[in-house]
């Protein structure tokens, strides 16, 4: 009886996953060549009509972490509700290709243009409105001062969650939940910003859905429109309806439609060669379309088709169709995109090998540098030239400590790491594979003789750490003590990346932090400092949401390293906020910024230097930072030469270049900035010193810092 029971909740289960899997609506599922990909609506073999009831579910969002009048900010879509009834997701309206219909309609109809009288229609949606409370750590609304429009970065996990919650199993049915004015992060994570949403199926209800933004009013700094984030969505629905957006894989739209590996378009016209978009229909994480050309962090944008429905104006997303990923055939017809044929006018580009690797899994060497390094000349000024230096190869096989360019003053090597078979707190290092230890150490010492400080970065990207529990606290500053005792290393640099620090509910003020794991980490930093003495160095190299984030909002990831860098602020060599793991933010000119320009640079390292008031709050200030604590961080795959070399100008002498409009408080500018950092050294040297031979003799030739 007990085996028969096991059995039968087995199979019960078993069928509701696949039920979940399966999602809402209708599909089928079309072959070319060896592969067979799903898609919406009914085989266009049998030429019929397919309608799928629709659930149109606007939100309202309130933020714990902005206040008006004291009650929570609220954003809510149910004034948009009919102006999308009215555009073409839900109301005809003509299209170059797939006649006079509605826009999901029109796309299949141009992917396959030989199915006549085939048709999926979105039936007229009931209207559900839900409200859901977006607390301090999961969302912040940045506002334009000169506007007074406000937008929105929400953790997009934590609304499906909520959505679904509320939102029991439509069964047959498509849900289309619509925020106003948002944007999303993903994984919990802050540094995975921006996409204009999510698709596919809820893992927890078998829902099939669609979440985007409406765009009304919103700052200049969003130039999409009305509901072209919601058609992107909707259309990345269309070709991958099983996408489950929950999936522990995020490199795999599992158990969605998986494509070859193409390349992003603004990659190919670039000419560079890394750049993949993934292997679903939208590109990892952001869920960017192949016609949206921003990078990492920026809020989405790209060239819309222009439509007309019930005599109102509408942005629609231009996207690849099924042609674009697989390639032209009989039944797909040889259209590359829609609405807009002219903006793939050509099929994907596959990806090239990766990871210094061939395509038959050999290590390939990296190309050697083609120009001489430049030779640091003239006294020491202070302002120093910081990189990371990849202990474990990276892209293709590393190069020895002594093939550095001189430009570099400081090298932090990465990373020691934690210990998994070892007490918990423990951190470990080894000589990294393919260096002889002795060497290795030979190596480090003859760096120092030269006046460079060498330090061992601890943690890094992806590696979750926390001293949440005191008993941890012994063994992370005895193995810490040991590496650097070992090594020699000058000292340490603190590179706990989101989740690893996050500041719990309640913890409201930065100077008295009561969140276990940011105590214990000030208390082991100080054991570490008063063990080794004055010299030890101790440098900090927080994500843009662990600092400047934590003006509009502090709580959670918002903020983490505050409390940390004003703890340790007497004992602190510098602070190198990455200027690259950020989503757009606002300045103290209460004005937003994008990632990747001299404004942005200028107005979060003046956050800094100015100090800021913490979640915008007068009552928790926070002081200035002394400039030669102080450098900014860059990551040399993503930031370009010029903008680097412009945004130091700027700031260390007030000189501002052409189109920059965030103007900084201090108008002559911060002369003892200490300088910049860079992930990594080794990349500067793949792409013949591009960096260190431009930004490094630009740092040693300022007057020194005072």
Not at 67 to 78: E, N, R, V
Not at 139 to 154: D, E, H, Q
Not at 591 to 598: K, N, R, S
Not at 661 to 669: A, C, F
Request: hydrophobic content about 35%.
């Amino acid at each position: 009886m007990r085996i028969k029971s096991i059995c039968l909740l087995f199979l019960f289960v078993l069928s509701l996953h696949s039920a979940h899997a399966q999602g809402t609506v209708p599909t089928f599922t079309h072959t070319v060549g060896q592969s067979s990909y799903t898609l919406v609506g009914g085989d266009p073999a049998q030429g019929s009509i397919t309608t799928i009831p629709t659930v149109l579910v606007p939100i309202a969002l309130s933020f714990d972490a902005k206040k008006t009048d004291g009650k929570p900010f609220l954003m809510d879509a149910a004034a948009d509700v009919p102006a999308i009834l009215h555009s073409p997701i839900f109301s005809k309206s003509a299209f170059p290709s797939g006649g006079t219909t509605q826009y999901a309609d029109a796309m299949l109809r141009t992917t396959f243009p030989k199915a006549e009288g085939w048709h999926t229609l979105l039936g007229k949606p009931e209207v559900k409105p839900l409200k859901i409370t977006v607390p301090v750590g999961y969302g912040y609304i940045l506002t334009s001062k000169k506007s007074g429009r406000s937008f929105a970065i929400v953790d997009v996990v934590f609304l499906q969650k909520e959505i679904f919650k509320q939102l029991p199993k439509q069964d047959g049915k498509l849900v289309v939940a619509v925020t106003r004015n948002a944007t999303y992060y993903a994984d919990d994570d802050a540094t995975e910003c921006c996409s204009w949403g999510r698709h596919g199926v809820d893992e927890a209800t078998g829902n099939s859905f669609v979440l985007g933004s409406y765009l009304h009013d919103a700052p200049t700094v969003v130039t999409d429109s009305d509901v072209q984030p919601l058609t992107q969505q909707l259309a990345e629905f269309i070709n991958d309806p099983l996408h489950n957006p929950l999936s522990t894989d995020h490199h795999v739209n599992t158990p969605g439609n998986t494509f070859p590996a193409w390349m992003r378009l603004a990659s190919v016209s670039a000419g560079d060669q890394g750049r993949c978009g993934g292997t679903g229909v939208a590109s990892a994480y952001f869920l960017l379309e192949p016609t949206n050309t921003n990078p990492k962090n920026n809020i989405p944008a790209s060239k819309p088709f222009v439509a007309h429905a019930d005599g109102a104006t509408y942005h629609l997303q231009n996207v690849a169709l099924l042609t674009w990923y697989t390639g032209t055939s009989d039944d797909l017809g040889s259209t590359y995109s829609f609405p807009d044929a002219q903006v793939l006018p050509d099929a994907a580009k596959p990806c090239p090998p990766r990871n210094g690797r061939s395509s038959d899994g050999s290590r390939v060497a990296p190309p050697k540098p083609t120009v001489a390094t430049i030779p640091q000349s003239g006294s020491p000024n202070g302002h120093k030239l910081i990189g990371y230096w990849e202990g474990y190869g990276g892209e293709g096989s590393t190069f020895p400590l002594h093939e550095i360019s001189p430009q570099w003053d400081a090298v932090l090597v990465a990373f020691a790491t934690p210990a998994k078979d070892a007490p918990e707190g423990t951190m470990q290092f080894h000589t990294p594979a393919g260096f002889d230890t002795a060497q290795f150490k030979a190596e480090i010492a003859a760096l120092k003789s030269q006046g460079k400080k060498v330090m061992i970065s601890l943690g890094g990207g992806g590696e979750h750490f926390t001293l949440a529990d005191p008993n941890r606290v012994p063994n992370y500053v005895s193995s810490v003590t040991s590496i650097v005792s070992e090594y020699g290393f000058d000292g340490i640099d603190i590179d706990f990346e989101s989740p690893s620090l996050s500041i719990d509910p309640g913890d409201t003020d930065y100077r008295h932090p009561t969140t276990p794991s940011i105590v214990n980490l000030i208390s082991a930093l100080r054991q570490l400092h008063d063990h080794f003495g004055p010299n030890f160095m101790i440098s900090l190299v927080p994500e843009g949401t662990q600092i400047p984030s934590g003006y509009p909002s502090y709580g959670g990831q918002f903020g983490s390293y505050l409390a940390i860098t004003y703890a340790i602020r007497d004992i602190l060599s510098f602070i190198d906020v990455q200027d690259y793991n950020t989503p757009p933010l606002e300045g103290l000119d209460g004005e937003i910024y994008q990632p990747g320009t001299v404004d942005y640079h200028a107005a979060m390292t003046e956050l800094l230097l100015h100090g800021f008031n913490v979640g915008g709050d007068p009552k928790i200030p926070f002081p200035p930072m002394p400039g030669r604590q102080v450098a900014i961080g860059f990551y040399t795959s993503d930031a370009e030469p010029e903008v680097v070399s412009q945004a130091l100008e700027y700031i260390i002498t007030g000189k501002a270049p052409a189109g920059t409009t965030y103007k900084l408080l201090k108008p002559t500018g911060y002369p003892n900035l200490l300088g910049a950092m860079f992930w990594t050294i080794d990349d500067d040297r793949r792409h013949n010193y591009n960096f260190s031979n431009l930004v490094g003799p630009q740092l040693h030739n300022y007057p020194a810092i005072k």
